[in-house]
């Protein structure tokens, strides 16, 4: 089975606290990604990588910054997390040579920032 | 900036009944087309997709029906079940290799007995 495994599923942080979501796959996959999951806002794109050390924004990257030293493990890091980034955080992965889109899920890490 | 609408945002639904969940989108380069499914706890999963080619694709009691002229895509559920309660999103994309899904904001289905 395919997997993508977030380290956190539930966190709780204070107001200026610097925040690791670590997310980790299994398989040799270039992609990867994190999405921020908000009720009525639906999945907003944060960062994506296609490899190593590479890295892009997505649709909402204020706030957040990534790390991606090693293919198989790409971190969310918020600098100084604030009450509006409390959401539900899912990293993704996608196998660069699919002719799809699929992206496969991790089971998400819950933050609340107070 | 892409978007892609999706109603409604939640729907009740007896057993046995039929869902349906409609999306629109814009962009004319969007060229794949997948539902995700997400019960509480768990990531999103990839449930069915579709490409433009076509117009409808059916995988067991789950239905895409695609209208490449009205730029809308639409889940049915045929049989409706309980356990289909979970929230569904409908997303696109553009071009082979392309990085990003654009998500709609998610339909939560409840399905009761």
């Known amino acids: 089975d395919v997997k993508v495994t977030q380290s956190s599923r539930y966190l709780v942080k204070r107001t200026g606290e610097k925040v690791f979501l670590e997310c980790v796959q299994d398989?040799?996959?270039?992609?990867m990604f994190w999405y921020r999951q908000d009720p009525g806002l639906g999945l907003r794109l944060i960062y994506f990588?296609?490899?190593?050390?590479?890295?892009e924004k997505g649709d909402i990257p204020e706030g957040y910054s990534v790390s991606r030293e090693k293919k198989e493990r790409f971190s969310l890091i918020l600098e100084s997390a604030s009450t509006n980034q409390t959401s539900m955080y899912l990293c993704?992965?996608?196998?660069?040579?699919?002719?799809?889109?699929?992206?496969?899920f991790g089971e998400g890490s819950r933050l609340t920032v107070l | 900036q892409q978007q892609v609408k999706q109603s409604p945002q939640s729907l009740i639904v007896q057993k046995g009944g039929i869902s349906i969940i409609n999306c629109a989108y814009e962009?004319?380069?969007?060229?794949?087309f997948p539902w995700y499914q997400q019960f509480p706890g768990k990531g999103p999963a990839l449930l069915i997709a579709?490409?433009?080619?076509?117009s409808e694709k059916k995988e067991g009691r789950f239905t895409i029906s695609f209208n490449k002229s009205a730029k809308q895509f639409s889940l049915h559920i045929m049989d409706s079940q309980p356990g289909d309660s979970a929230t569904y999103f409908c997303?696109?994309?553009?071009?082979?290799?392309?990085?990003?899904?654009?998500f709609g904001k998610g339909t939560k289905l409840s399905v009761i007995p």
């Open positions: 962009n004319t380069a969007f060229d794949y």
């Open positions: 997303a696109a994309s553009s071009g082979a290799g392309s990085y990003q899904l654009t």
């Open positions: 993704a992965r996608r196998w660069t040579g699919a002719n799809t889109g699929e992206l496969f």
């Open positions: 990588s296609y490899d190593v050390k590479m890295k």
């Open positions: 579709i490409r433009p080619d076509v």
């Open positions: 398989m040799d996959h270039e992609n």
